[in-house]
T-cell receptor
Framework: AQSVTQPDIHITVSEGASLELRCNYS??????LFWYVQSPGQGLQLLLK??????LVQGIKGFEAEFKRSQSSFNLRKPSVHWSDAAEYFC?????????????FGAGTQVVVTP | GAGVSQSPRYKVAKRGQDVALRCDPI?????LFWYQQALGQGPEFLTY????????KSGLPSDRFFAERPEGSVSTLKIQRTQQEDSAVYLC??????????????FGSGTRLTVV
């Protein structure tokens, strides 16, 4: 069965500093990989996705993520965080043999940005 | 509308009461999904429609949960005889695509259900 682990429940980062959020997955083949952001009281917004090809993917809001097959990881990064990046971030996996849109989400990482 | 609309935003139900949660997807979106998000957790898949066809309902927790999308647009998630463990935010999402690489790209703000 596929699974997603986000090891960090909570991260505090200073405004202007870099941010890296970890995501590890367990799946028999290369899955589809996604990162979403959720602000309080809001739905999830898709930041970026990986289907195939270049393992470094660019997303919205200045985020990027790198797929590393050998480490079963898909970590999210941003070089310089803004106060508006404070939110909860979810990594998700879609299986190539599962039904379309049946994603497995991680438990999320809460990001706090300090001045 | 511009996005996925869900109603009501908040629902308080007494244990044993039936509830109906509505989702208005983006016009023309083929695929529609329901996810359940418990407090402090990531969303959990409930069910998926492609047009009016319910292609996967494997995530529905029990036979008290029922979803429909009769005309391939608006969808309703119904929960019968609600129990406290049903308290969660119910998220609806839609996607223009329905084939190829999966993409769940537009979520609504959710309905927060509290069962007392």
């Amino acid at each position: 069965a596929q699974s997603v682990t986000q090891p960090d429940i909570h991260i505090t980062v200073s405004e202007g500093a870099s941010l890296e959020l970890r995501c590890n997955y367990s799946y028999g083949a290369t899955p589809y990989l996604f990162w979403y952001v959720q602000s309080p009281g809001q739905g999830l917004q898709l930041l970026l996705k990986y289907f195939s090809g270049d393992t470094l993917v660019q997303g919205i809001k200045g985020f990027e993520a790198e797929f590393k097959r050998s480490q079963s990881s898909f970590n999210l990064r941003k070089p310089s965080v803004h106060w508006s990046d404070a939110a909860e971030y979810f990594c998700a996996v879609g299986g190539r043999t599962d039904s379309w849109g049946k994603f497995q989400f991680g438990a999320g990482t809460q990001v706090v940005v300090t001045p | 509308g511009a996005g996925v609309s869900q109603s009501p935003r908040y629902k308080v139900a007494k244990r044993g009461q039936d509830v109906a949660l509505r989702c208005d997807p983006i016009s023309g979106h083929v695929s529609l999904f329901w996810y359940q998000q418990a407090l402090g957790q990531g969303p959990e898949f409930l069910t998926y429609f492609q047009n009016e066809a319910q292609l996967d309902k494997s995530g529905l927790p029990s036979d008290r949960f029922f979803a429909e999308r009769p005309e391939g647009s608006v969808s309703t998630l119904k929960i019968q005889r609600t129990q406290q463990e049903d308290s969660a935010v119910y998220l609806c999402a839609s996607s223009l695509a329905g084939t190829g690489a999966p993409l769940v790209d537009t979520f609504g703000s959710g309905t927060r259900l509290t069962v007392v």
